[in-house]
C-alpha cells in the first residue's frame, strides 16, 4: 500500500521528532472547504499529540477526527463517509499511541466503577492516581468504551513488546473495519487508502502498522 504523498507526512513527522515543526499556526487567508491534502486523519484525542504539528500539515490541509483511543467507532465512520464522499479526501491515516491510557481499563470494569462496584471503584482509583467517585447509576450510552483488547496495564506505562502488539490490533481493527465498510470505497476510480500508524509520545515518531495481520486474542 505504498502512497508517496503519505510517505511525505513521514518526512515531515521525522522533522518534527528532531524538532523542526512545519506546521505555521497564524490564519492562512480565505480557503475552499475541502482539505488541500484531500486527506482526513484519525487520532486519538491524548494531550500529548499534535495532529498537525507530527505530520507537517497546514490549516486547510486535512480533516482531524479525534477520540479517546483513535478508534473507529460509528461516529468516526460518520465523519470519514462525509469527508470521503461529500469533501473530497482520498487518503485515511489512523493514528494510535504509545502509553495510551486505553490500554489501562477495560469497559466492563469502568462500567462497573460508573455504577457503583466498590472494587471496581478502587481499581480505577489506584489506576489513575485520582479518587474515583462512581456516579452509581446505569445508562445505556455510550454502549461501548471501546477499551483496547489484551491484559490491562498500569496507566502511561512505558512501551513495550506486548503493549505495541496491543496498539497494532486496534490499528488493525480499525483499518478492516474502515477498508470493509459498504460506504467507503477501496478500488476503482474513487477508491481511499488507509495506512495505519503508532506514535511514540516519548520520541515524537510515527511508526507503521503493517496491515493485514493479527487483530488481537483473548489472552
Ligand atoms: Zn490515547
Given at each position: 500500500m505504498g502512497n508517496s504523498s503519505i510517505d511525505r507526512y513521514l518526512e515531515h513527522n521525522s522533522q518534527y521528532a528532531s524538532g523542526q515543526a512545519l506546521h505555521k499556526p497564524t490564519y492562512p487567508g480565505k480557503q475552499p472547504i475541502q482539505p488541500a491534502r484531500r486527506l482526513a486523519v484519525l487520532a486519538c484525542m491524548d494531550a500529548r499529540l499534535d495532529v498537525e504539528d507530527l505530520l507537517g500539515l497546514q490549516?486547510?490541509?486535512?480533516?482531524?477526527?479525534?477520540?479517546?483511543?483513535?478508534?473507529?467507532?460509528?461516529?468516526?465512520?460518520?465523519?470519514?463517509?462525509?469527508?470521503?464522499?461529500?469533501?473530497?479526501?482520498?487518503?485515511?491515516?489512523l493514528i494510535h499511541h504509545t502509553r495510551c491510557g486505553m490500554l489501562a481499563f477495560t469497559d466492563d470494569l469502568l462500567k462497573a466503577g460508573l455504577e457503583g462496584d466498590p472494587e471496581a471503584e478502587a481499581l480505577l482509583g489506584k489506576?489513575?492516581?485520582?479518587?474515583?467517585?462512581?456516579?452509581?447509576?446505569?445508562?445505556?450510552?455510550?454502549?461501548?468504551?471501546?477499551?483496547?483488547?489484551?491484559?490491562?496495564?498500569?496507566?502511561?506505562?512505558?512501551?513495550?513488546a506486548k503493549q505495541m502488539e496491543r496498539l497494532a490490533w486496534d490499528v488493525r481493527r480499525g483499518m478492516s473495519s474502515i477498508l470493509n465498510h459498504p460506504w467507503i470505497p477501496t478500488s476503482g476510480p474513487d477508491a481511499v487508502t488507509v495506512r495505519g500508524f503508532v506514535y511514540d509520545v516519548d520520541s515524537g515518531k510515527l511508526e507503521e502498522v503493517t496491515y493485514p495481520g493479527p487483530m488481537g486474542s483473548v489472552g
Open positions: 490549516t486547510g490541509d486535512a480533516h482531524i477526527i479525534r477520540n479517546a483511543g483513535g478508534v473507529v467507532n460509528d461516529d468516526a465512520i460518520r465523519c470519514l463517509i462525509i469527508s470521503h464522499h461529500l469533501l473530497n479526501t482520498n487518503e485515511i491515516i489506576a489513575t492516581g485520582r479518587a474515583f467517585v462512581s456516579c452509581k447509576r446505569s445508562a445505556a450510552t455510550p454502549s461501548a468504551f471501546h477499551a483496547f483488547r489484551g491484559p490491562v496495564e498500569p496507566l502511561d506505562a512505558p512501551r513495550d
